[in-house]
């Protein structure tokens, strides 16, 4: 896959017709040992699927499973990210519910932490920064939708329940941006790893959404006809 041919199929009317296709596609090559790639159980719950980096732009597959177990974070799931993010939804419903941070030295409800990402895992740096969030509304994305997250902009994510869901994800990296999470304010800086999948785990992961897509697409392909 590459980066500015998807992004184009996303944005175009057909997005639903292309887009599950050449994930599938992807997702075959991995399920099948023809593609080798470790995905990387994320800190919010979802397998991480790197499927391209080329520079400053990258591809990944966001699958939740169901089966994850519950996330044992360290600082909150409010977060904002260093790079623009076009999620489109391949099944399933993802909820983002968008953070407003304002600076809060004498009363604050969170601190600002870097977040300082390598192959092993992620550095957790207290910054100075005291602030206060309020919760903004939900926004529900579906199949055949996609949103869109400026780098910078604070937001939680969540798949409602055990539900299956599965996203591919477009991310364009921000030079001038870091990755940021909310905490505690008294939290200190400390490593979290990241948990690597095996390659049958991998392969299994992949295989799911393979079928699950598979079975998406025979039914939209029934409709028509």
């Given at each position: 896959m590459d980066y500015r041919e998807v992004l184009r199929e996303i944005r175009q009317p057909?997005?639903?017709?292309?887009?599950?296709?050449?994930?599938?596609?992807?997702?075959?090559?991995?399920?099948?040992?023809?593609?080798?790639?470790?995905?990387?159980?994320?800190?919010l719950g979802f397998l991480c699927l790197p499927v391209q980096r080329r520079g400053a732009y990258g591809i990944c597959v966001?699958?939740?499973?169901?089966?994850?177990?519950?996330?044992?974070?360290?600082?909150?799931?409010?977060?904002?990210?260093?790079?623009?993010?076009?999620?489109?939804?391949?099944?399933?419903e993802v909820r983002n519910q968008l953070v407003q941070v304002t600076d809060e030295p004498a009363?604050?409800?969170?601190?600002?932490?870097?977040?300082?990402?390598?192959?092993?895992?992620?550095?957790?740096?207290?910054?100075?920064?005291l602030v206060r969030c309020q919760l903004g509304p939900v926004q529900s994305t579906t199949a055949g939708d996609n949103y869109q997250l400026a780098a910078g902009e604070f937001h939680l994510t969540v798949v409602p329940g055990a539900a299956e869901a599965a996203t591919v994800v477009l991310g364009h990296a921000r030079a001038d941006v870091v990755d940021l999470s909310l905490g505690e304010p008294r939290t200190r800086q400390h490593r979290v790893s990241r948990h690597r999948c095996t390659e049958l785990e991998t392969a299994q992961a992949a295989?799911?959404?393979?079928r699950r897509l598979t079975d998406i697409m025979m039914e939209s392909a029934r409709r028509r006809g």
């Amino acid at each position: 896959m590459d980066y500015r041919e998807v992004l184009r199929e996303i944005r175009q009317p057909t997005a639903a017709a292309r887009v599950p296709g050449r994930v599938r596609r992807t997702l075959q090559q991995v399920a099948h040992g023809h593609r080798r790639l470790t995905a990387v159980r994320h800190p919010l719950g979802f397998l991480c699927l790197p499927v391209q980096r080329r520079g400053a732009y990258g591809i990944c597959v966001h699958l939740w499973t169901g089966q994850q177990p519950e996330p044992e974070l360290t600082t909150s799931p409010m977060h904002s990210h260093s790079w623009d993010l076009v999620s489109y939804v391949l099944y399933g419903e993802v909820r983002n519910q968008l953070v407003q941070v304002t600076d809060e030295p004498a009363a604050p409800t969170h601190r600002l932490f870097e977040v300082l990402s390598d192959g092993d895992g992620d550095e957790i740096r207290p910054t100075a920064r005291l602030v206060r969030c309020q919760l903004g509304p939900v926004q529900s994305t579906t199949a055949g939708d996609n949103y869109q997250l400026a780098a910078g902009e604070f937001h939680l994510t969540v798949v409602p329940g055990a539900a299956e869901a599965a996203t591919v994800v477009l991310g364009h990296a921000r030079a001038d941006v870091v990755d940021l999470s909310l905490g505690e304010p008294r939290t200190r800086q400390h490593r979290v790893s990241r948990h690597r999948c095996t390659e049958l785990e991998t392969a299994q992961a992949a295989g799911l959404a393979v079928r699950r897509l598979t079975d998406i697409m025979m039914e939209s392909a029934r409709r028509r006809g």
